[in-house]
């Protein structure tokens, strides 16, 4: 049993020197930015929840992951077991949040009790005729070019120095149930895709991998939803025209089955826009996988280094 559940991933937090570069990339990118103060960048999607992606300003790095508790009494359930105290959210929407350390010295930001958002507008996805359909008759297809529109954040990949001890503490603490456990030769678990456990609630295939690796602690990427197909390529052609650096993509991936583009930010971090994921329940259980399986695709290029 964990001490308690989360809902989904809430936020990734990072340090930059110059914010108005990365303001600038995360629009390009399609969220939408808000100045706190000359120090604090705080950027949101389309969706409710008021904060996505968070930028302070200092060296390059990487600083925090967050997820999100149900309720303000699981925050306060895991403070009292952590040693931990329960603090304001000086952010967007309030709210308030529990501060941890993984095993690899990474900073865990528990938040709940946030104020939603006020939802934006989404692009219309356009009708599709297949061989096996036609419903779009007599109409027209034309797309505005423009940024992905960034509906929320939908997971995080954490490269970590003991994967069994990192697994362990994730799963004490969050209720994370794993979806797809990566072998680099049988018996011989490397990492693990981890989704939440929402019951019979169907929840993304996962919200956080932990993999082992000698670069521990990093942040591998983090992975934003957009709304459609269309949306995702348009984004795509965006971030070129705007001289961005593309790191792998558009494909689709065996694992999680969403179809991907990952880009980098101005300071070396990596972000993915994703669509048309897996969704499953606390019912469907576990697999085992391969590398070949976590670095294959579908459709697409392949992995940018070899195996």
Known sequence: MSLIKIEDIAHVRFSAPDLDEMERFVVAFGLSPMRESEDLLIARGAGPW???????????????????AESLADLEKLAASEGASVEDLNWPGGGKVVRLTDPDGILVEVVAG??????????????????????RQRLRVRLAPGPSTVLRLGHAVLEV?????????????????????????????IGAFLRCDRGDTPT??????LLQSPRAPALNHAA???????????????????G??????????????????????????????????DLFTVEDGSNTASLQDLLGVQWGPAFPNSL
């Open 50 to 68: 008021p904060v996505l992606h968070v930028t302070e300003r200092g060296e390059a790095r990487f600083v925090a992951i967050g997820f999100r």
């Open 114 to 135: 946030q104020v939603q958002a006020q939802t934006l507008a989404l692009p219309e996805e356009p009708q599709r005729n297949t061989a096996r359909a036609y419903p």
């Open 161 to 189: 120095s003991d994967f069994r001890r990192s697994e362990a503490w994730y799963k004490a603490r969050f209720g994370f149930v794993t979806s797809d456990e990566i072998e680099a030769a049988p018996g011989f678990a």
């Open 204 to 209: 993304d295939h996962h919200t956080l991998f």
């Open 224 to 242: 934003f939803e957009v709304t459609h197909f269309d949306d995702l390529r348009l984004g795509h052609d965006h971030l070129a025209r705007d």
């Open 244 to 277: 961005r650096t593309p790191a792998w993509g558009i494909g689709r991936h065996i694992l999680g089955s969403q179809i991907f583009d990952y880009w980098k930010d101005p300071f070396g971090n990596e972000l993915e826009h994703w669509t048309d994921g």
